[in-house]
């Protein structure tokens, strides 16, 4: 299990490792043919954003080697705001009080459609963590009813049992999307209130997805809650393992920067373009075969910039209420989002840049 071997990276001292680094260190690592996960404390340190081009320049090249111009592009759908938890940097906190919405299965019907015309093939169904309202049962019922018509289904919801992923898995559901949030214990601990307090539960879901077959596992972390370049070494760890134990599933890797939600949490960081601009391309110099995924919550400026730079998949219109594409009721936002374009506006800047925008890149056939 991966928590095994976060209990032995001594922290204080990828802390000092990161924070340690010189420009010498960095120019070294930079002249490796290849990188390694071991580089990663020092590409991502202060001293590497002085040599932030020449890694745009590795990163760009791995990408394209690895990727060729494919960015894959995604909607999230949300089904429900309830949840039991009370996080204090999010808008669907239990505790804040405003108002709740879960869809029936005909209003998530009605929202795929939307996606589906839009050219989506690739959905992220999305809720508070909340079995009461969103149990394994109506997921797997709406994973039934679009299995045929979506190449992708993935769902970002609770923390299951292998047994639950098994079932979905049987529905229709391709994969999970689960952050850690914070690989800092104490930080997390301090954040979370409800089931997702248990640090090591969470932890340990993308291993058990994995085992109920589910092809896509995606983890990350949400920066700004604790340091921000050791919460990325720890992560990029996680993602070497996840990619070595489990080596037929994908792993996405997502690093979103905290953004203002109803309850106005303030980070203990602010982490800018320049940092998250670092942040992908170490990511992609050590883990040149993971998905790296930017979504709507960064500006349109700083997406454009990234394509193709180390960036594989993009959420694209997305609403982050339920009922968001087709009912339009006025239910919480989890996050506010900063990209408002249509799908089609973001296709048409990637085709500008020399990218193809990929809507649907796996069918069910493949596994006849
Ligand atoms: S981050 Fe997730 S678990 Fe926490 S309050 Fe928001 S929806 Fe609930």
């Known amino acids: 299990m991966f928590e095994t071997i976060l209990d032995t990276v001594e922290q204080d001292r990828l802390h000092a490792r990161i924070y340690g680094a010189c420009a010498a260190d960095v120019a070294h690592v930079l002249r ?163 089931p997702k307090a248990d640090f090591s539960y969470r932890l340990a879901t993308p291993e058990r997805a994995a085992r109920a077959g589910l092809r896509e596992l995606g983890i990350g972390a949400l920066l700004g809650l604790s340091d921000h370049r050791t919460d990325l070494a720890l992560l990029a760890l996680h993602a070497g393992y996840l990619m070595k134990t489990f080596w037929q599933a994908r792993i996405s890797i997502s690093f979103p920067r905290i953004r203002q939600a109803a309850g106005n949490f303030v980070p203990s960081e602010t982490v800018t373009d320049r940092q998250l601009a670092q942040a992908v391309f170490a990511l992609r110099l050590v883990l040149p075969d993971a998905e790296l995924v930017l979504s709507t919550r960064e500006s349109q400026q700083f997406r454009d910039g990234m394509a193709g730079l180390g960036i594989t998949r993009m959420s694209a219109g997305s609403r982050t209420n339920p009922g968001g594409y087709s009912i339009a009721e006025k239910a919480l936002e989890q996050f506010a989002v900063d990209d408002c374009r249509n799908a089609a506006e973001v296709a048409a800047m990637l085709d500008r840049k020399g990218l193809e925008p990929v809507w649907k890149d796996f069918d069910r056939c493949f596994l006849a």
């Not at 045929?148 to 994969?175: C, Q």
């Open 32 to 194: 490796k043919a290849h990188c390694t996960p071991d580089d990663f404390p020092t590409l991502i340190s202060p001293a590497a954003a002085e040599f932030l081009e020449t890694m745009a320049a590795r990163s760009r090249q791995l990408t394209t080697l690895r990727f060729g111009k494919a960015v894959r592009l995604y909607a999230p759908l949300y089904i429900s705001n309830e949840c039991v938890n009370a996080c204090a940097y999010c808008g669907f906190n239990m505790r804040n009080d405003t108002p709740r919405t879960t869809l029936s299965l005909e209003q998530v019907l009605a929202e795929a459609d939307v996606l589906h015309r839009q050219g989506f093939r690739h959905l992220l169904l999305v809720s508070g963590e909340h079995r009461g309202f969103v149990p394994v049962a109506f997921i797997s019922g709406i994973a039934r009813q679009l299995r045929e018509t979506f190449a992708g289904l993935s769902i970002e919801v609770y923390p299951m049992e292998t047994a639950d992923y098994d079932v979905l898995a049987a529905s229709g559901i391709t994969g999970i999307a689960v952050y850690q949030e914070t690989y800092d214990r104490a930080r997390y601990a301090a954040l979370h209130n409800g």
